[in-house]
């Protein structure tokens, strides 16, 4: 059973307009939802977070939109540079103990391909 | 340089051997984990350790076994009974209070010959 839905395998975008990469999760006890960048042979790398207390978190280029009642959320990566090309992972977790979020589930990724 | 270290990058093995694989963190994390990559399958959680000498099997732990006998270091090993191990393998650490945010090694790629 996949929780963490990432619908598009792949996405292809010209450079310099928007990303938007989707995200969708069936688990409603999931409360904190990150992005990871994964090139290659290497493994991923944090991108940015959200906690379900906020819809939205801005990083520089990178925005994460959080919709609650529809268990959505989005990416949006602008201006798209080159560099960008990459897979991107969606992942949730949720609080089980005082210890904290103990596990990260991921989606299966969607591989974003900026064309110059 | 702070990191996770993953070795070996690529390695073959023949039906029935068992293998491990090394991961060792110099981060000072407590929490570490072992995800798989399959193509088409994200990432799937085999096991995790939030300190030392005590770990949780994740989603898909069968055929596999791990041991945390130090903070630094979080050993995979992939059985015989583990039917098919060939995969991406990742390492990831992380302080283990903090929601998710994980730091992950560059992984192991084992193929089964």
């Known amino acids: 059973d996949q929780q963490v839905k990432q619908n598009s395998p792949s996405l292809s975008v010209q450079e310099g307009r928007i990303s938007i990469l989707n995200c969708d999760y069936t688990n409603s006890m999931f409360d904190y939802f990150l992005w990871y960048k994964k090139y290659p042979a290497e493994g991923p790398t944090f991108l940015i977070s959200i906690s379900s207390i906020k819809d939205k978190n801005e990083d520089g280029r990178f925005t994460v939109f959080l919709n609650k009642s529809a268990k959505h959320l989005s990416l949006h990566i602008v201006p798209s540079q080159p560099g960008d090309s990459a897979v991107y992972f969606c992942?949730?977790?949720?609080?089980?103990?005082?210890?904290?979020?103990?596990?990260?589930?991921f989606g299966t990724g969607t591989r974003l391909t900026i064309i110059p | 340089d702070g990191g996770i270290t993953q070795s070996p990058k690529y390695l073959f093995r023949k039906e029935g051997q068992n293998v491990t694989l090394s991961c060792e963190q110099n981060l000072n994390h407590d929490a570490m984990y072992w995800y798989r990559q399959d193509p088409g399958q994200g990432l799937r959680l085999i096991y995790y350790?939030?300190?030392?000498?005590?770990?949780q099997k994740g989603d898909i732990a069968e055929g596999y076994s791990v041991s945390r006998e130090k903070k630094e270091s979080f050993p995979l090993t992939v059985t015989s009974a583990q039917k098919n191990p060939t995969a991406f393998y990742l390492c990831?650490?992380?302080?283990?209070?903090?929601?998710?945010?994980?730091?992950f090694g560059e992984g192991s790629r084992l193929t089964v010959l």
């Open positions: 992942a949730a977790s949720a609080q089980v103990s005082n210890l904290g979020n103990e596990k990260l589930t």
């Open positions: 990831a650490s992380s302080i283990g209070v903090l929601p998710g945010e994980l730091f």
């Open positions: 350790s939030q300190i030392v000498n005590d770990f």
